[in-house]
């Protein structure tokens, strides 16, 4: 490359620097054949694949598999109920609202039922509430501890 090809920078108000002026008179001279050679055999000889050229875009891979495998798994796992052998597994929060209302309310029950229970004369109803307890709320545990008193209890 020559001198000629570049322009100095001519701006009015750029102090002239006097690198600038020696290096736009500067004549560069062509590189010779051997020299040309060489460098051709250093740039080949940096761009040979080495063993971190070769092995690292199958190591990226891997981890990215990697990654891919446990962000599955991780999502499989959190739909779980968390119950072992639970089959049912995609509850949503209506589903789960309704369960909880119904365990409240047959507590509730229950405990109505129970002080119906403890006052002379009040067997009969408390029975009633009982029984509506396991047919209304069958898969609650206030239906188990009512099924349990109906067949334990006896009138007083």
Known sequence: MKSE???????????????????ATARWPEPSPESLRRLRKRWR????????????PAAAAGVLLVVACAV??????????GIPGDEQQD??????????????MSAQLLAAADLLAAQPGGWHMARERYALITRDYPSTQAATQAAARLTHRRPQ
Do not use: F, N, Y
């Open 5 to 23: 090809d570049h322009e100095p920078d001519q701006a009015p108000d750029r102090v002239r620097d006097p690198l600038d002026e020696l290096l």
């Open 45 to 56: 000889s940096l761009r040979k694949p080495g063993p971190v050229r070769i092995w690292w």
């Open 91 to 104: 509850m949503t929060i209506t589903e789960i609202k309704r369960l909880a209302r119904c365990e409240g």
């Open 72 to 81: 599955l798994v991780w999502r499989s796992q959190s739909r779980r109920t």
